[in-house]
């Protein structure tokens, strides 16, 4: 019964591994990497590119990982559609119910609320170009932004996205391409800002730093969603999803460090948190307003495919309850509740949004919680409780040495980032315009 509910609402398993990819492409390369230089800045040149590429190496292997452990148990006759679903077959049904399921569910809504919010802010942003005395708050296109979002949810099903998420494909490359190249005209311009490159703070707030930096990356690397994508793809999956990675990582090295090193490299320790935010000096623009402009479109109209990703989990959520899996996905009995639930599911998010416009550091905390554990921790338990290598093989130590640091880091993580919401809580305010 409960497949027959997620294939109704969420899965479509007709997809090949070119759809894979795209739908892959959309939850990992998404405008969070814009951050990277502000974490680089925290790192330093050797530490931050150090850590980036690790977390490449890391991910890529654990996705795989994952990929393996989903294929082995299709193969048994039990295909799995959710981290969910993997949680209670291979650890228990207490571990998929009141751990895993509940953790998912958290960062890809957490997810939706962050997308809605930088949604708001690009549109902000580009409503400040042509207007910069202009009245509208950021409340006020957070709202425009769930709008857009209220529609596009409507989509029946994962699979359908598939288009949709090809455009995404091209649009992280197209904002990135601009980035990267508005970043190297501001340094070899005029009007230039001064550089340091010295890791900001001293003794303990530059450790905890770090830290929070390595929670930023780990999380602009996060895709809570791998048995949901995997479960798009047509039978026979052998190999399938291995190939929609190849894909997926050739986007995320060619964007990850052109913006990474490039924005750095422009504003060294003073990049902000999103780096298009340095593109402007008090309120006049570095680059030509047009290619600003443009950036902003870019990223606004990527940010809206990444939001219907991360609505997946909570539309099976949803939808697991109130559906008739009997009954045509179309029919009236299924498109009625799909409508109310996903449309409440939008409001609810946008209104959090609008409320909350520091929810970066609260995604911090949910990165250090959530990603590490989903994306570091949980793959490597997986395939060596599903294949039980030898305890004198290299596999099993590197996927517990892997577990184990993550795991360290995913603390250490956690208690930086709840330091930092304390330290910034004073600058806190409901429905702030920032």
């Known amino acids: 019964m409960v497949h027959k509910v997620l294939k109704l609402c969420l899965v479509r398993a007709t997809g090949s591994w070119l759809h894979c990819g795209y739908h892959l492409t959309a939850a990992i390369v998404a405008p969070a990497l814009l951050s990277i230089p502000f974490a680089l800045g925290l790192l330093g040149w050797a530490g931050g590119v150090a850590t980036l590429t690790m977390a490449a190496l890391v991910t890529y292997y654990s996705y795989n990982l994952l990929s393996l452990v989903l294929e082995h148990h299709a193969q048994l006759g039990k295909r799995q559609l959710r981290f969910r679903d993997m949680a209670h077959d291979i650890l228990g049904p ?7 399921g509940p953790l998912q569910l958290g960062i890809c809504y957490g997810a939706v609320i962050a ?44 699979h359908s996205l598939r288009h949709i998420n090809l455009v995404s494909l091209v649009l ?61 793809v047509a039978e026979p999956v052998k190999g399938k999803m291995f190939r929609g990675l190849l894909l997926c990582y050739a986007v995320v090295i060619s964007t990850f460090f052109s913006v990474g090193i490039s924005g750095y490299w422009a504003f060294g320790n003073d990049a902000q948190g999103s780096v ?52 045509d996905q179309f029919s009236m009995r299924n498109v009625v509740p ?13 209104t959090v949004a609008a409320m909350l416009p520091f929810f970066g550091d609260i995604m911090a905390l949910f990165g250090a919680f959530g990603c590490i554990p989903l994306d570091f921790i949980l793959p490597m338990v997986f395939y060596n409780v599903t294949f039980k290598p030898s305890k004198k093989s290299l596999i099993f130590w ?37």
């Open 94 to 100: 207490g571990w998929g119910k009141y751990f895993v």
């Open 398 to 434: 590197i996927n517990t040495a892997i577990a184990v640091v993550s795991s360290v880091l995913s603390l250490v993580g956690a208690v930086a980032s709840v330091r930092q919401i304390i330290l910034d809580a004073k600058t806190y305010r409901l429905f702030a315009n920032l």
């Open 338 to 350: 799909r409508l109310i639930t996903r449309s409440l599911s939008v409001i609810v998010a946008t």
């Open 115 to 158: 997308c809605t919010l930088l949604g708001g802010q690009s549109l902000k942003f580009i409503y400040l170009l042509s207007r910069p005395d202009g009245s509208m708050q950021l409340s006020h296109f957070v709202v425009i932004f769930g709008g857009l979002t209220l529609l596009m949810a409507q989509m029946p099903s994962f």
């Open 276 to 327: 298009l935010q340095n593109f402007m000096v008090n309120g006049k623009p570095l680059v030509p307003s047009w290619f600003l402009l443009m950036t902003n479109v870019f990223t606004l109209l990527q940010v809206t495919a990444t939001s219907l990703v991360y609505l997946q989990p909570t539309n099976v959520v949803l939808e697991r309850r109130f559906a008739n899996p009997k009954m």
């Open 172 to 232: 992280c490359l197209a904002y990135c391409a601009c980035t990267t190249a508005g970043s190297i005209y501001i340094a070899n311009s005029k009007n230039a800002p001064p550089r340091d490159y010295a890791i900001t703070g001293v003794g303990i707030n530059r450790l905890f730093g770090a830290f929070n930096a390595i929670s930023i990356i780990a999380t602009t690397y996060g895709n809570g969603i791998i048995p949901e994508i995997q479960a798009t």
